[in-house]
């Protein structure tokens, strides 16, 4: 039973563009929103973070928008750079338990 | 200067041995963690102690093991290993319980099992 989905497995855009990454959940009472990049052979890299009483936080090219009646996040890179190609993870937590449940991933290819 | 540490970054062993996996981290966080990928590519937790004291413990087998002898410290000893453990495992750490400032990763440990 999947509490977090990312339904597009891989999303290629154009450098300079915007990059748009998506994320579902299932359970109202999660109250943390995290994003990680992780490229091949290295562990998850904490990108941005957002909590439930905000609907949106920036950080540089990075931004987290959060919908929390659609239950849904998505995370906006622009401009888009070669470099950001890797495989983005969305994880939602509890503060309470300090548990996260990521979801399965989605490749971003960013071509120059 | 490596964060999160683990050791070995690749381990291939056959089906029955017993076999651990170290963490070390360097950041004086008092949280530390243990995920397994699958083949599927989730992400799961698996354990998180919290000062030496055990805070989340999935359903796993009691095969797996978790062992924190100290705060910059977290083993995962797996006895009886089976095929369907292969898989990738992330050790992480954070300060208190990083659901805001997130954890960082270690590399990962490949276990393959034949």
């Known amino acids: 039973d999947q509490q977090v989905k990312q339904n597009s497995p891989s999303l290629s855009v154009q450098e300079g563009r915007i990059s748009i990454l998506n994320c579902d959940y299932t359970n109202s009472m999660f109250d943390y929103f995290l994003w990680y990049k992780k490229y091949p052979a290295e562990g998850p890299t904490f990108l941005i973070s957002i909590s439930s009483i905000k609907d949106k936080n920036e950080d540089g090219r990075f931004t987290v928008f959060l919908n929390k009646s659609a239950k849904h996040l998505s995370l906006h890179i622009v401009p888009s750079q070669p470099g950001d190609s890797a495989v983005y993870f969305c994880a939602v937590g509890s503060g309470n338990t300090g548990k996260l449940i990521f979801g399965q991933g989605t490749t971003l290819q960013v071509k120059p | 200067d490596t964060a999160v540490s683990q050791t070995p970054k690749y381990l291939v062993t056959q089906m029955g041995n017993d076999k651990s996996i170290k963490c070390e981290q360097n950041?004086?966080?008092?949280?530390m963690y243990w995920y397994k990928q699958d083949s599927k590519k989730f992400l799961k937790i698996m354990f998180s102690?919290?000062?030496?004291?055990?805070?989340i413990n999935e359903t796993v087998p009691n095969r797996f093991s978790p062992k924190s002898p100290d705060k910059a410290h977290l083993n995962l000893h797996i006895n009886s290993l089976e095929l369907g453990d292969s898989a990738v495992y992330f050790c992480?750490?954070?300060?208190?319980?990083?659901?805001?400032?997130?954890?960082?990763f270690g590399p990962g440990t490949r276990l393959t099992v034949t």
């Open positions: 950041l004086g966080h008092d949280t």
């Open positions: 992480a750490s954070s300060q208190d319980r990083g659901v805001l400032f997130g954890q960082y």
């Open positions: 102690y919290n000062n030496k004291e055990l805070i």
